[in-house]
């Protein structure tokens, strides 16, 4: 009996550090990079508009709790667009192409932390987690559990936030992005997004066996085209839509075939999301265009 106490306590232990492993969460740690601040484990576009002097992605005092937080406000980049503010917990490339995330093995049900947001405009900010492994049968980063939650209303002081996760796979990841948005598609001037203390809460064991194993996209990694092999009804009521990492769709047209071919030659190097819809449930596989 007192072993098995033991080991009880040593699993919810071993539960709790899983859970809090989002790196930086408490968004404590920075790190200066030439003219700016740039959170440890995050990244954002401020690389990108470092000549213009002009930073989406910044330091906030004081934090709740700590003594910082995540400042994402959308800015005007010299008249020529409005930037949203940005960041990933993992690596882009010079490009602001997505790399990679951060290894992650737990299964949790929601995102947790605190946010103040509020927009100018007509176009809210977004939350985006995908938690992903890697297939060695197909070659690919198979999507286990996805959440894309477009902010609503606004937060003038700090409010606490639990979002869901939505599991469409029982297999454990081993990847994990999240990203913060302070924009939609149409950003407006000093739209803000504030985010504090994050992490993951609770544990989902298995999902409906129904949405598991019904549906492969390859090649993965592809570079023009790619095939979704499903078995989802062709009924004219079935759709396939294609989005990016931040939740935005890109094409969504019918399911006209049981292995249907997709054209990708206009989209650029990245990660990208598909989904195909019907009304026997869904189902979403991630797949890389590399050329």
């Given at each position: 009996m007192k072993k098995f106490y033991i080991t009880l306590v040593l699993t919810t232990i071993c539960s709790i550090s899983l859970f809090s492993q989002i790196p930086n969460g408490s968004f404590e740690?920075?790190?200066?990079?030439?003219?700016?601040?740039?959170?440890?484990?995050?990244?954002?576009?401020?690389?990108?508009?470092?000549?213009?002097?002009?930073?989406?992605?910044?330091?906030?005092?004081?934090g709740n709790p700590g003594n910082y937080f995540l400042k994402l406000t959308s800015k005007n980049m010299m008249d020529i667009a409005v930037l949203p503010g940005y960041a990933m917990c993992g690596s882009m490339d010079i490009d602001n192409e997505i790399l990679s995330g951060f290894p992650f093995t737990g299964r949790p049900a929601n995102l947790t932390g605190k946010w103040q947001h509020m927009i100018f405009g007509q176009s809210q900010g977004l939350v985006v987690v995908q938690l992903t492994k890697w297939d060695v049968e197909t070659q690919s980063q198979v999507l286990i559990a996805s959440l894309e939650y477009t902010l609503t209303g606004m937060a003038m002081s700090w409010t606490n936030f639990s979002l869901p996760l939505t599991y469409l796979d029982a297999r454990t990841p081993d990847t994990c992005i999240i990203a913060f948005v302070s924009s939609g598609d149409e950003p407006t001037i000093n739209d803000y997004l504030y985010v504090d203390n994050v992490a993951f809460q609770g544990n989902v064991v298995g999902i409906d066996e129904a949405s598991v194993n019904n549906m492969q996209v390859y090649p993965n990694p592809a570079t023009n085209q790619i095939t979704i092999d499903h078995l989802f009804p062709v009924d004219g009521?079935?759709?396939?839509?294609?989005?990016?990492?931040?939740?935005?769709?890109?094409?969504?047209?019918?399911?006209?075939?049981?292995?249907?071919?997709?054209?990708?030659?206009?989209?650029?190097?990245?990660?990208?999301?598909?989904?195909?819809?019907?009304?026997?449930?869904?189902?979403t596989q991630k797949v890389i265009i590399n050329r």
């Open positions: 740690d920075w790190t200066t990079t030439g003219n700016y601040e740039e959170p440890v484990s995050w990244t954002s576009y401020n690389a990108m508009t470092d000549e213009l002097g002009i930073y989406t992605c910044e330091k906030g005092s004081p009521k079935s759709t396939y839509m294609v989005t990016n990492i931040l939740g935005e769709v890109l094409l969504q047209e019918p399911v006209t075939a049981s292995k249907q071919v997709i054209n990708m030659e206009s989209f650029r190097n990245g990660i990208y999301f598909v989904t195909v819809k019907s009304d026997q449930g869904n189902s």
